[in-house]
């Protein structure tokens, strides 16, 4: 008699797990439940709907860098599934990859729907179960089985995994069970800001920004995008990331200093001196001497160093000057909320890492009860890591439920 095995979750971790377990041990049977009437929906809007498989960085040192929480954990199970094993894995399902100049990975058919059919397909090929719009309602230790209720069944089975994500009612059932749950708050989102440097110029980016928040540890440079409501692009979310749990204490009411030019403000400031000495008659306002940024952001900038828009190079002061130096190297800006980024959502929190053997991502308070993925508490920077962090920890729980006697 086949051994049941039952996943909670239909994202990318629980059907990831559930095509090892079955290619590794014929005898389970395995059930996927999925509490929507769809699988796969994160998968589907990620990386603007192309689906940002993983990260080129191949060195499980340099990876766990990009995991604000997991850092440590990760360490070990990297260095058994990591992002060449990732895409080695759908390469060889026949979905070619590549890898962007930021190093970010997708499918060549830049489509998020071949990843999902990928998964949808193996699972089918392996003969997996998969149960839609079944919301979990109770999970419960019976002998040295696991019953697990839902709204449409009953079910017994000897070994779990939770691969739900960020889902509270999920958490609750969890933490009923004798586990710890560290309180999720927002990891990727934009930053609310109401400023005229940045106000109706929408759609404006500039490609290497470094960004700090005010009188913290926090941050980062990257591209940064101006948008209706503030501020986005990679620079802003990996930041967001970064210093998630300190900008909830905040409740999202902080500053941040931005250098547009990640140069040093005295190597901005004789750049400037150096074209004014060479465009004496030229008005300021006309055009960039960096072209990183563009004259829309340009006019803004100036505008705010006090500087008359009709001004000739040979007519600015030495302080104006100065000015527009520190608007570009030193600016600050105030958040005032924050926004969700797209319809991609990231929590920091989960169960508890000290709970978890990561060897086998299995609970240390349950035997045969496997938690992967952003149900617990992981989460990483925006670039493909999240993924890579459910395809690693797929990998791993569905070997250990596959191989364990």
Known sequence: MKQQ????????????????MAERNPNLQIILLEKSDKVLQKVKVSGGGRCNVTHACFTP???????????KELLGPFHTFMT?????????????????????VFPVSNSSQDIIGCLVQNAKNNKIKIRLNQNVTHIEKKGDKYLIKTDQEDLLAGKILIATGSNPKIWK????????????????????????????????????????????EFKSNGPVLITHWGLSGPAILKLSSLGALYLAEKNYQFQVKINWLSRSSNEVLEKLKSVKKSNPKKQLILRSPFEAI??????????????????????????QIENLSNQLTHGIFTSTGKATFKEEFVTAGGVDLKEINFKRFESKIHKNLFFAGEVLNIDAVTGGFNFQNAWTGGFIAGNAIATSV
């Open 173 to 216: 059932i969890i933490e009923k069970m004798g586990h710890k749950i560290i309180p999720p708050v927002p990891s990727l989102f934009t930053f609310k800001i109401n400023d005229d440097r940045i106000n109706d110029i929408p759609g404006v980016s500039v490609k290497n920004a470094s960004i700090q928040v005010k009188n913290s």
């Open 5 to 20: 095995v039952v996943i909670i979750g239909g994202g990318p971790t629980g059907f990831f797990a559930a095509t090892i």
């Open 294 to 319: 563009s004259k829309r952001l340009w006019v803004k900038l100036v505008s705010a160093s006090q500087i008359n828009k009709d001004t000739r190079w040979a007519d600015v002061s030495n302080k």
């Open 61 to 71: 040192q340099e990876l766990v860098e990009f995991y604000p929480r997991g850092k």
């Open 84 to 104: 060449g094993d990732t895409m080695e894995w759908f390469e060889n399902r026949g979905i070619p990859l590549k890898i962007e100049e930021d190093n970010r």
